[in-house]
């Protein structure tokens, strides 16, 4: 007899790793010394935000086999996320403060759970270099734009790291770590390849979000109503813009549209950006447009103090 496939509310897939961040007197924190380890990357974030909204959430992504990565799999369970796709590879040590992983394969994925989630959420970092941009696009397809997929412009490429690169022996380019200045160390020759990658995931996506320079890395335009003008273009139905302290801007194919401000937040200790979860929460409890951009916007401070 087949198991039933477990429906998630929110899958997550892509980057994760350790922050390390300094103590700050006065602020909760580690316990000893005056500064600590948390739970960072994009994929971890949108995960453990969404399960502290009470939705049942699973990260697909890799670690080491090293101490670090024995923390992440601990702090996954302990924040309600289920950590089942979480595996460990002696291939890399565990990134610390943001590097992306990208040793997922196409035949390690669960088609079926990544097809039954209610919001399929991927990061675009996975796109930077083989076996994961391989293993980004499967994924993609397999869910054939069903309910949320989420695709999160993201991609920050570790040093040495070509999208146009498919061959191990050929030499890697020095990137560096911004999105904005990685891609415009790439051009002319790698910037076709960028744009292309993020085409095709595009076409499998329903709903994209991004900061000003990732957006501008996949449409090649910088000015917010540009850029969600171009991801409508590009297939999705909702195009969510991040602009820094400008706050966001939200446009839907229907023509809805939301363009909310920051508002300011205090500082806390801890990794993590609650924006992302919170966007799936209010995708998902059908709310409209402007109520859940806002609802993302008051989560998207550090995770250890946005929603204790």
């Not at 670090?68 to 601990?74: P, R, S």
């Not at 950590?83 to 565990?94: E, G, I, K, L, P």
């Not at 989420?150 to 560096?176: I, M, N, Q, S």
């Not at 329903?206 to 990732?214: E, F, I, N, R, Y």
Request: glycine fraction near 10%; charged fraction near 20%; hydrophobic fraction near 40%.
């Amino acid at each position: 007899m087949v198991e039933p496939v477990q429906q998630f509310d929110v899958i997550s897939m892509g980057r994760i790793g350790v922050d390390l961040h300094p103590h700050r007197p006065g602020v909760p924190g580690p316990r000893h010394g005056s500064s600590g380890r948390f739970l960072g990357g994009p994929a971890a974030d949108v995960a453990v935000t969404a399960a502290r909204l009470g939705r049942s959430t699973a990260v697909i992504t890799r670690t080491g086999a090293d101490s670090f990565g024995a923390y992440l799999h601990q702090t996954l369970t302990e924040s309600g996320v289920d950590n089942r796709w979480v595996t460990r590879t002696a291939a890399s040590a565990t990134p610390v403060a943001g590097a992306p992983d990208l040793e997922i394969h196409t035949d390690e994925l669960d088609y079926f759970a990544i097809r039954a989630a209610r919001i399929f959420w991927i990061t675009g970092t996975g796109l930077s270099a083989e076996p994961s941009r391989s293993a980004t696009l499967a994924a993609l397809k397999c869910r054939d734009r069903a309910a949320t997929t989420v695709l999160e412009l993201d991609w920050r490429p570790a040093p040495g790291d070509d999208p146009a690169r498919t061959d191990p022996a050929e030499p890697r380019p020095h990137y560096a770590r911004a999105p904005r200045q990685a891609y415009a160390e790439a051009r002319p020759h790698h910037a076709e390849a960028l744009r292309h990658a993020y085409a095709e995931a595009l076409r499998h996506a329903t709903v994209a979000v991004g900061d000003l320079d990732a957006c501008e890395i996949a449409t090649g335009v910088r000015a917010p109503h540009a850029c969600a003008e171009a991801l409508l273009a590009a297939g999705v139905e909702l195009a969510v813009v991040k602009r820094g302290p400008q706050g966001v801007l939200a446009v839907h194919r229907d023509g809805t549209t939301a363009d909310v401000p920051s508002a300011p937040v205090a500082a806390a200790d801890g990794a993590g950006d609650g924006f992302g979860g919170a966007l799936c929460h209010g995708l998902l409890s059908g709310w409209e447009l402007e109520r859940t951009v806002r609802h993302a916007l008051t989560a998207g401070t550090p995770l250890d103090g946005a929603l204790r």
